[in-house]
């Protein structure tokens, strides 16, 4: 079971990685006034969240269960 838990820890990492580029993308966006940054970001956040969620779901995401 150990082994499991050790296979889905770099896709939430990615997941949650991707999904705090978008934030930070979205506020700058946001602030500057430069609509492009804000739906980038918010694009990004929601690919981030989709993966963290198949990622804590152990389903293969890509064909990979893993990602690097």
Known sequence: MAGRCAEREPSERIGITVIVLGIILALIGYFTAISILTTVGIIL????AILTLLGTMGRAVGGRKVWY
């Not at 956040?45 to 981030?48: E, L, N, P, T």
């Open 45 to 48: 956040v929601v690919v981030g």
